[in-house]
Nanobody, 125 residues
Framework: QVHLEESGGGLVQAGGSLRLSCVASGRTFSSYVMVWFRQAPGKEREFVARFIRGSGRTDYADSVKGRFTISRDNAKNTVDMQMNSLKPEDTAVYYC??????????????????WGQGTQVTVSS
């Protein structure tokens, strides 16, 4: 059974920073795509960023490009997302998700088999 766990959410003022981490357990993945999605109240879950283990490729939603950075921390065996210059509109529950498939629409929630429970990020104005 694969388990994803997020950490690092919290309350921060606009312009501040937070770092989210996601760790996968239950089995070993030689290659995978790990992503962050977010869901604000009353809105659909939306793609934020993805990391492809193997190539190290990253992709971002336009709304976070230049402010968020997704990366792998080999020491902690996590995929992290550094969020800088946070805005009130970044307020959402942030979810990490994982797939071993390298095809399909990576911005679609249906492309991922494994999901974490989410961590709340609140940015005050």
């Amino acid at each position: 059974q694969v388990h994803l766990e997020e950490s690092g959410g919290g309350l921060v003022q606009a312009g501040g920073s937070l770092r989210l981490s996601c760790v996968a357990s239950g089995r070993t993945f030689s290659s995978y795509v790990m992503v962050w999605f977010r869901q604000a109240p009353g809105k659909e879950r939306e793609f934020v960023a993805r990391f492809i283990r193997g190539s190290g490729r990253t992709d971002y939603a336009d709304s976070v490009k230049g402010r968020f950075t997704i990366s792998r921390d080999n020491a902690k065996n996590t995929v992290d997302m550094q969020m800088n210059s946070l805005k009130p509109e970044d307020t959402a529950v942030y979810y990490c998700a994982l797939t071993e498939k390298f095809y399909g629409d990576y911005t679609n929630v249906g492309s991922y088999e494994y999901w974490g429970q989410g961590t709340q990020v609140t940015v005050s104005s």
